[in-house]
């Protein structure tokens, strides 16, 4: 059994930044696809950028040049950096860790951008 636990969430203005990490517990964080979602009050989950296990990268459009996904293998770990950041990127944000035999989602961290 996989777990996904995220933190870095918090509250900032408009224009600052953040990381966010998400540690997988396991073995087969290396072998996994592992991408960062989000889900604004009212509104459908949606990707916001995606690492493969060989470090190729995928962002939305609209965090294109603003957000960065990476990972530490040797720490199990998947990070988001979001600068720039916009009220509109206010949402909840999970990490997503998949195989091929699934995927597992974590609880989610709480992101607020004030105007």
């Known amino acids: 059994q996989v777990q996904l636990v995220e933190s870095g969430g918090g509250l900032v203005q408009a224009g600052g930044s953040l990381r966010l990490s998400c540690v997988a517990s396991g073995s087969i964080f290396s072998i996994a696809t592992m991408g960062w979602y989000r889900q604004a009050p009212g509104k459908q989950r949606e990707l916001v950028a995606v690492?493969?296990?060989?470090?190729?990268?995928n962002y939305a459009d609209s965090v294109k040049g603003r957000f960065t996904i990476s990972r530490d293998n040797a720490k199990n770990t998947a990070y988001l950096e979001k600068t720039s950041l916009k009220p509109e990127d206010t949402a909840v944000y999970c990490c997503?860790?998949?195989?091929?035999?699934?995927?597992?989602w974590g609880q989610g961290t709480q992101v607020t951008v004030s105007s």
């Open positions: 997503n860790l998949g195989v091929a035999d699934g995927d597992y």
């Open positions: 690492i493969t296990s060989g470090g190729s990268t």
